[in-house]
């Protein structure tokens, strides 16, 4: 499938509408459908301004969520960013995470949080080129063979 054209990425906040694709593409991965379906409506009700889609066309072809910690509003994470197979390693997930961190930024977050598996190589080197740095290596962090490096961009 041909990637989308830089002038053809349209990246904007999530709406009901999305939520059959948005919801595919999160169970797609290692989340079973109920699971990423309660994640997708909580997350829409809990972060309406910082839960982002890229849409090619007609399609979704990624999503971020972000939020910001409720009791230190300096600081947020990002729980989510997933491109669609057959659109990767074409910008997508940077333009997503630049969108992100810049409305986080806009609502005054100075430290952006992140985990990623140490595995997945692009991602973690996409996290560095935008100025994040890993802060720690947490072994199960998700359970047994679950590792993930916890990463944070400071502004």
């Known amino acids: 499938m041909p990637g989308p054209q830089a002038h053809e990425l349209l990246i904007r906040p999530y709406l009901d509408e999305d939520f059959t694709e948005v919801t595919g593409l ?7 459908r109920y699971r990423s379906a309660v994640f997708v409506r909580q997350m ?3 972060s309406p301004a910082t ?7 007609k399609t979704v072809v990624g999503f971020t969520v ?3 910690v409720q009791d230190d509003p300096a600081q947020a994470w990002i729980l989510r960013m997933m491109v669609r197979d057959g659109f ?3 910008g997508i997930g940077t333009a997503l995470l630049r969108a992100v961190t810049g409305v ?6 100075k430290t952006i949080y992140l985990t990623v598996a140490p595995k997945n190589e ?13 802060e720690s290596l947490e072994p ?11 990463m944070k961009r400071s502004s």
């Open 26 to 32: 999160e169970s797609a991965g290692v989340h079973e």
């Open 44 to 46: 829409a009700m809990l």
């Open 51 to 57: 839960f982002l889609v890229a849409v090619s066309g």
């Open 66 to 68: 972000g939020t910001i």
């Open 88 to 90: 990767r390693h074409r």
């Open 104 to 109: 986080l930024h806009g609502r005054s977050v």
């Open 122 to 134: 692009p991602a973690v080197l996409m996290y560095l080129r935008e100025g994040f740095e890993q």
């Open 140 to 150: 199960a962090y998700f359970g047994g063979g679950e590792d993930r490096f916890v």
